[in-house]
């Protein structure tokens, strides 16, 4: 099974959780004034934690192969 597919669709997820990350943290929808910073910041977390895991998942592709 060829891992090319598998590196593909992680650059397309991050590239596109990135892109909306700064796209809500330019453009929010709530009522407290807070800074691009502060209102991306757990959308950065939460697409870092997503990362890490499909990296885990490609070691332990890799691993196995």
């Known amino acids: 099974?060829?891992?090319?597919?598998?590196?593909?669709?992680?650059?397309?997820?991050?590239?596109?959780?990135?892109?909306l990350t700064f796209r809500i943290g330019l453009n929010p929808a709530e009522s407290k004034q807070r800074s691009f910073a502060h209102r991306s910041r757990n959308l950065l977390i939460i697409y870092g934690v997503i990362t890490f895991c499909l990296i885990i998942a490609l070691s332990i592709f890799l691993y196995l192969r």
């Open 1 to 19: 099974m060829p891992i090319f597919p598998f590196i593909i669709a992680v650059f397309i997820l991050v590239s596109i959780a990135l892109v």
